[in-house]
């Protein structure tokens, strides 16, 4: 192992003992910039007006299960799911009640054990994959419904599937391996397993959620929502083809004040 190794698993230590005694067990999930993504996101899914309300849910990548309260607020039956066992045994301390499994998507080809759910919640999981169309596809197998869909992209109009170096941490990929596909390959990948695939007309109130995909401002990530459906939605809120401009989410509806 060379010296650039060393410093490097050197400086991770410290950067994750640092996080630890700043946010506690939550690591960086509690930390400041994740919350507010994490607000964005809720607020954009409740103003989608999609029917989410006594539905069964798949939550995949759901780390220390900070998302799943969107589900419960609306009386869903939820199995949370993640593929680090750090964060496994910090929501079974934390939720002691909720159902909780340990799931590498990146090794999952067969998921029928899990049983077949109304919905698949993928929210800030696809990114951290080195095998997302093969997640994908063995999601689709357990999916009756929707799956929703939030994920890091790459700029470009083409159909392509980049993969990227991710250093090992609780909030990144298990392998080491991630990937940042373009919207297209996004869309065509739903449709392929789910039938219909569609992108959000609004982005949530976030600045990584860009509007204007003509001409981007140079950020270190570029996010969208999409949704693969095994049945025809039909919503304003939901477009089939890519639009190369989309408009920002009211910041006047909180996903709490849409419980049903």
């Known amino acids: 192992m060379d010296f650039r190794t060393v410093l490097a698993n050197l400086l991770r230590k410290v950067v994750a003992v640092g996080r ?14 994740y919350g507010a993504i994490n607000e964005a996101r809720l607020d954009h899914l409740a103003s989608l007006r999609l029917d989410l309300s006594r539905k069964s849910v798949l939550e995949v990548g759901a780390g220390i299960g900070l998302l799943t309260r969107f589900f419960e607020d609306r009386d869903c039956k939820v199995l949370s799911t993640d593929g680090n066992p750090e964060n496994i045994r910090v929501m079974q301390r934390k939720y002691p009640r909720r159902r909780i499994e340990y799931l590498d998507l990146d090794r999952a080809s067969d998921l029928s054990r899990l049983g077949q759910f109304d919905i698949v919640f993928c929210y800030g999981t696809l990114y951290h994959l080195s095998k997302p169309e093969e997640a994908l596809r063995a999601l689709s197998d357990i999916c009756r419904g929707m799956i929703l869909l939030e994920t890091q992209v790459s700029p470009g109009r083409y159909s392509d599937l980049l993969l990227v170096h991710e250093p090992a941490g609780r909030a990144q990929a298990v392998s080491g391996v991630g990937c940042r596909p373009t919207r297209l390959w996004v869309m065509e990948t739903l449709r392929k397993y789910y039938g219909h695939a569609y992108i959000t007309r609004t982005q949530p109130l976030h600045p990584e959620f860009p509007l204007e995909w003509d001409i981007l401002p140079i950020r270190p990530a570029y996010r969208a929502v999409f949704v693969g459906s095994k049945h025809r939605l039909r919503s304003l809120d939901l477009l089939e083809e890519i639009p190369e401009h989309q408009q920002r989410v009211s910041a006047k509806v909180h996903y709490s004040e849409r419980k049903i």
């Open 20 to 33: 630890r005694l700043l946010y506690g067990e939550g690591g960086v999930f509690l930390s400041p910039s």
